[in-house]
């Protein structure tokens, strides 16, 4: 039998299709634009979650959130500390 893989510093999208991935494309499909972090920040926030040593298998090991999720909403930070990313305040949001 094959064990399972363990993917460090990988989102969940770089780990192939599985049902937890698409089922996280479609929440972040969902959200409504006001909610969203945008697109470049939402980018530079995935980039710090790759660099970051709690990232495993596209969950934060901190808190166990699914990072793409968590990055994917302004209102969020990350929750190390210090924080690798903050939220967006809703005035910076066009």
């Not at 780990?15 to 980018?43: F, N, S, W």
């Not at 302004?74 to 939220?87: G, H, T």
Request: with cysteine; aromatic share 4%.
């Amino acid at each position: 039998m094959e064990s399972q893989r363990i993917c460090r510093k990988c989102l969940l999208r770089e780990m192939g299709e599985t049902e937890y991935a698409r089922t996280v494309e479609e929440h972040l499909a969902a959200l409504p634009d006001i909610v969203k972090t945008p697109g470049p920040e939402y980018q530079k926030r995935l980039a710090a979650c790759r660099e970051c040593d709690r990232l495993l298998n596209g969950m934060c090991a901190l808190c166990g959130c699914f990072v793409e999720l968590r990055a994917a909403k302004r209102v969020n930070s990350c929750p190390d500390s210090p924080a690798k990313w903050e939220a967006v305040p809703a005035e910076d949001v066009p």
